[in-house]
Antibody, heavy 117, light 110 residues
Framework: EVQLVESGGGLVQPGGSLRLSCAAS????????MNWVRQAPGKGLEWISHIGGTSSPVYYADSVKGRFTVSRDNARNSLFLQMNSLRDEDTAVYYC??????????WGQGTLVTVSS | QSALTQPASVSGSPGQSITISCTGT?????????VSWYQQHPGKAPKLMIYEVGHRPSGVSNRFSGSKSGNTASLTISGLQAEDEADYYCSSYSSSSTRVFGGGTKLTVL
């Protein structure tokens, strides 16, 4: 059974940093491209980042480019999202999601990030 | 990276059919057959319902179907049931190798 479990969310002040993690199991992680998708409270889904199985290629949405960095550790079946210079508008539930031919076939349960002073 | 355009809400009675549209551009929907649809119930993670325009994953009811014409994709749900009430999102691969979602459509089963 495919499982994606996010962690690392919490309350952070504007301008601060946070690192999200996603533990994957039930599939060959190193062969799978992965995404981060977020959802602000009461709003729609927003794709924010993609990383290939071998850590390349990497793509970002304009809204996070230069502030967020996606990475992975295939030996530990883990995906990460380093978020710097956080803004109020980054407040959202962040989902780890498996990519398969440009579709997302599995989603984690999400982790909430709140940016507030 | 503009969001795809979906109606904010649609509604239908049990047993009826509804269609949700999703409009993009030639750089996303119109340029690729990588349109997918997701169902999201309140407080839950999204669930894949349709991929590559009109393909259903195993376990998804055949009441759900997808299509595309030009820059517009559509999700049709036939034989509406109470449990279909949810938010629905379209998504497409984009020419910049990114992915883009629609703004979401709230389906109400009357």
């Amino acid at each position: 059974e495919v499982q994606l479990v996010e962690s690392g969310g919490g309350l952070v002040q504007p301008g601060g940093s946070l690192r999200l993690s996603c533990a994957a199991s039930g599939f060959i992680f190193s062969s799978s491209d992965m995404n981060w998708v977020r959802q602000a409270p009461g709003k729609g889904l927003e794709w924010i980042s993609h990383i290939g199985g071998t850590s390349s290629p990497v793509y970002y949405a304009d809204s996070v480019k230069g502030r967020f960095t996606v990475s992975r550790d295939n030996a530990r079946n883990s995906l990460f999202l380093q978020m710097n210079s956080l803004r109020d508008e980054d407040t959202a539930v962040y989902y780890c999601a498996r990519d398969h031919t440009a579709m997302i076939d599995y989603w984690g349960q999400g982790t909430l990030v709140t940016v507030s002073s | 990276q503009s969001a795809l355009t979906q109606p904010a809400s649609v509604s239908g009675s049990p047993g009826q059919s509804i269609t949700i549209s999703c409009t993009g551009t030639s750089s996303d929907i119109g340029g690729y057959n990588y349109v997918s649809w997701y169902q999201q119930h309140p407080g839950k993670a999204p669930k894949l319902m349709i991929y590559e325009v009109g393909h259903r994953p195993s376990g998804v009811s055949n009441r759900f179907s997808g299509s595309k014409s030009g820059n517009t994709a559509s999700l049709t749900i036939s034989g509406l049931q109470a449990e279909d009430e949810a938010d629905y999102y379209c998504s497409s691969y984009s020419s910049s190798s990114t992915r883009v979602f629609g703004g979401g459509t709230k389906l109400t089963v009357l």
